[in-house]
C-alpha cells in the first residue's frame, strides 16, 4: 500500500520559517520525481518546488530564493524549508510523488501553512 504523508505545517509569522516533510512508503522512493505543490480556495493546485531522481532542482519564481527542496533517499523521505515567509504562502501544501515511465502519480492530503502576524 503506497503512503505519502506530509507533515511540518502550521501558523508562521511573516518573515518566519517552516520546514515541511514527506514521507513515502510503498514505492521506490529513489526512482520518484518527487515535488510540492500548494493550492488556495478558489485557486487551482500550482507547483511550488520539483526535485528530480538526481536530486536536481526547480522552483516556481515565486518562491525562487527563499525555499529549498531537498530529498533524502535512505529515509524515503523529501523536505521543503521554507524561509522568510509572506502570507501570500498561506495554502494547502501536498507532497507528489510521480514516475513517469510507469505512469504512478500518488499525493499526500496536504498540510495547512498559514502565515499571519
Known amino acids: 500500500q503506497v503512503q505519502v504523508v506530509e507533515s511540518g505545517g502550521g501558523l508562521a509569522q511573516p518573515g518566519g520559517s517552516l520546514r515541511l516533510s514527506c514521507a513515502a512508503s510503498?514505492?521506490?522512493?529513489?526512482?520518484?520525481?518527487m515535488a510540492w505543490y500548494r493550492q488556495t480556495p478558489g485557486k487551482e493546485r500550482e507547483v511550488v518546488a520539483v526535485?528530480?531522481?538526481?536530486?536536481?532542482?526547480n522552483y516556481a519564481d515565486s518562491v525562487k530564493g527563499r525555499f529549498t527542496i531537498s530529498r533524502d533517499n535512505a529515509k524515503n523521505t523529501m523536505y521543503l524549508q521554507m524561509n522568510s515567509l509572506q502570507p501570500e504562502d498561506t495554502a494547502v501544501y501536498y507532497c507528489?510523488?510521480?514516475?513517469?515511465?510507469?505512469?504512478?502519480?500518488?499525493w499526500g492530503q496536504g498540510t495547512q501553512v498559514t502565515v499571519s502576524s
Open positions: 510503498g514505492i521506490s522512493f529513489r526512482v520518484y520525481t
Open positions: 526535485i528530480s531522481t538526481g536530486s536536481s532542482t
Open positions: 507528489n510523488a510521480r514516475r513517469f515511465d510507469i505512469q504512478r502519480n500518488y
